[in-house]
């Protein structure tokens, strides 16, 4: 993984440290997705729902901030494009939802 992917995985992991509105299992969650996601492997899209479901939690406490950072992630290779476009659209919709939709 270049550099700058690795330092955008860090990133995006101390962001879902300071994020409220998550428990510390979720939070362990987040992180765990983040690195699966980076790994581009077929468990980075099961890392897509994850993160999908807990971003309604977080939208207004640095969520935004977290989906800038784990969209670039994803899509830091030429060979993740299909799956960073998956990923955003998962991550996108879960910004638009309502928070009492997460599960």
């Given at each position: 993984?270049?550099?700058?992917?690795?330092?955008?995985?860090?990133?995006?992991?101390?962001?879902?440290?300071?994020?409220?509105?998550?428990?510390?299992?979720?939070?362990?969650?987040?992180?765990?997705?983040?690195?699966?996601?980076?790994?581009?492997?077929?468990?980075?899209?099961?890392?897509?729902?994850?993160?999908?479901?807990?971003?309604?939690?977080?939208?207004?406490?640095?969520g935004?901030?977290?989906?800038?950072?784990?969209?670039?992630?994803?899509?830091?290779?030429?060979?993740?494009?299909?799956?960073?476009?998956?990923?955003?659209?998962h991550?996108?919709?879960?910004?638009?939802?309502?928070?009492?939709?997460?599960?």
């Amino acid at each position: 993984m270049p550099w700058w992917t690795a330092a955008k995985v860090i990133a995006a992991k101390a962001m879902a440290d300071e994020l409220e509105g998550l428990n510390d299992a979720e939070r362990l969650l987040v992180k765990a997705s983040i690195d699966d996601i980076a790994a581009d492997t077929p468990m980075s899209e099961v890392a897509a729902v994850r993160i999908k479901k807990l971003m309604p939690k977080v939208l207004t406490t640095g969520g935004e901030v977290l989906r800038k950072l784990i969209v670039d992630v994803a899509s830091e290779q030429p060979r993740k494009c299909s799956r960073a476009t998956e990923i955003h659209v998962h991550v996108a919709m879960a910004a638009s939802a309502p928070s009492a939709a997460v599960v």
